[in-house]
């Protein structure tokens, strides 16, 4: 598990052209995959044994899609599919839908962590709060990162052989444990008075984290993906009072920060609050529905239309988020009419409205990743496993 896990994290560096760290971590492992990553890896980029000239920006630009093409099929071999979907990168994942009238189970799952090396970027030695919040920023750095990119969906894989959808007990029993101790972190900081407000959001975020990977049912998962409005509303507010007191970030805190109070583009707000919170359809899609007649069958579908509109008509959504939410409004459109049509015994209609919400799923991700969140943070893949 722990060399599973490890992997993942050399694979997002990978992704994110970290080579030099990737090549550091896979030499220090004594795994099979990690002796094939390596001989793939000082193919695309050979490891630097002197310094080089400098380039010109258009022949450097060449190299990099050079490069990039050379990742995207980096994770070609069968034994290493467990660690990244095939297909497009961006948009690939695992689908199975339960209904009653023998859709099965739609399955959109599997987030990482994203990981990232700081170790070359310098300390923040200026303090422009005016209060000395600057030393417990630095404290804490990092921290706010964490609750940004921690997701449920680490803890589901999909089984091959019998096509359903389980929870990882002991990774469950890992996270806990990663989250306890950086709670203990945030819980033994000394922030100035200036700052104990966003320490003790930041606590309660941590043990609202907590709190849903405990509860965290595959049977009704809907309570657990619920809290994440709650760890938004404190990333909000905890973000917001540290930016306007003037607080500096180095760079994953920066990132997370300022995806979260983005006043112009408030991706992350909506998509985890139209996902996880006001809607829940991703969510709602692992759950057996337990429809024993047809009027059931019909108040369900209704729902489904209800949550059409409400997605279709919200007046809040920012014009740079207008195609994400065309996306969410067609999965729901479709998935309700495939359902319609398959209660009617229509299967023509039936297998066009499902290949709609198909593709719509596949967009959204796509779309996802336009507006800048890791597509994989929200489900983009689940890891399978044989």
């Not at 220090?28 to 920006?57: E, F, V």
Request: aromatic residues 10%; hydrophobic residues 40%; negative net charge.
């Amino acid at each position: 598990m722990a060399e599973e896990k490890q992997l993942r994290a050399i694979q997002k560096m990978i992704k994110a052209g970290m080579y030099d760290e990737a090549r550091a971590a896979l030499m220090s492992m004594d795994h099979p995959t990690a002796t094939k990553w390596l001989r793939k890896l000082n193919q695309i980029s050979p490891p630097k044994n002197r310094p080089q000239s400098r380039k010109r920006k258009s022949e450097k630009q060449r190299e990099e899609r050079k490069s990039k093409q050379k990742v995207d099929d980096f994770y070609g071999d069968d034994d290493e599919r467990n660690y990244e979907p095939a297909g497009n990168q961006t948009a690939s994942f695992i689908v199975v839908i339960a209904v009653l009238i023998g859709i099965g189970v739609l399955l959109v799952g599997g987030a990482l962590m994203l990981t990232q090396s700081d170790a070359l970027e310098p300390p923040i030695t200026t303090d422009n709060t005016g209060c000395g919040a600057q030393a417990w920023v630095n404290e804490v750095d990092g921290s706010f990162n964490e609750v940004y990119r921690y997701n449920l969906w680490d803890m589901l894989y999909f089984n091959n052989e019998n096509g359903l959808l389980y929870l990882d007990e002991d990774l469950r029993t890992q996270q806990l444990a990663d989250l306890e101790q950086r709670l203990e972190r945030i819980e033994d900081s000394s922030p100035p008075d200036c700052v104990v407000a966003v320490r003790d959001k930041m606590i309660e975020a941590y043990e609202t984290q907590i709190t849903a990977t405990k509860i965290l049912d595959i049977n009704n998962p809907l309570q657990a993906f619920g809290l994440f409005g709650k760890t938004l509303r404190l990333m909000k507010e905890s973000g917001e009072e540290l930016t306007t007191l003037g607080a500096q970030f180095r760079r994953v805190d920066g990132a997370a920060i300022r995806q979260v109070v983005n006043p112009d583009c408030p991706a992350f707000e909506y998509v985890t609050r139209t996902m996880y919170v006001d809607n829940q359809f991703i969510v709602m899609l692992l759950v057996d529905p337990e429809i024993a007649t047809l009027d059931q069958f019909y108040s369900y579908i209704r729902d489904l239309a209800q949550q059409y509109y409400r997605v279709l008509d919200d007046p809040n959504v920012p014009p740079c988020l207008w195609e994400v939410r065309n996306q969410f409004v067609e999965m729901i459109d479709s998935f309700k009419s495939a359902l319609e049509a398959g209660v009617n015994f229509d299967t023509f209609g039936f297998e066009s409205h499902l290949a709609r919400f198909e593709t719509a799923v596949d967009q959204l991700y796509i779309e996802i990743e336009k507006v800048g969140l890791d597509p994989q943070q929200f489900g983009s893949f689940v890891v399978v496993r044989d």
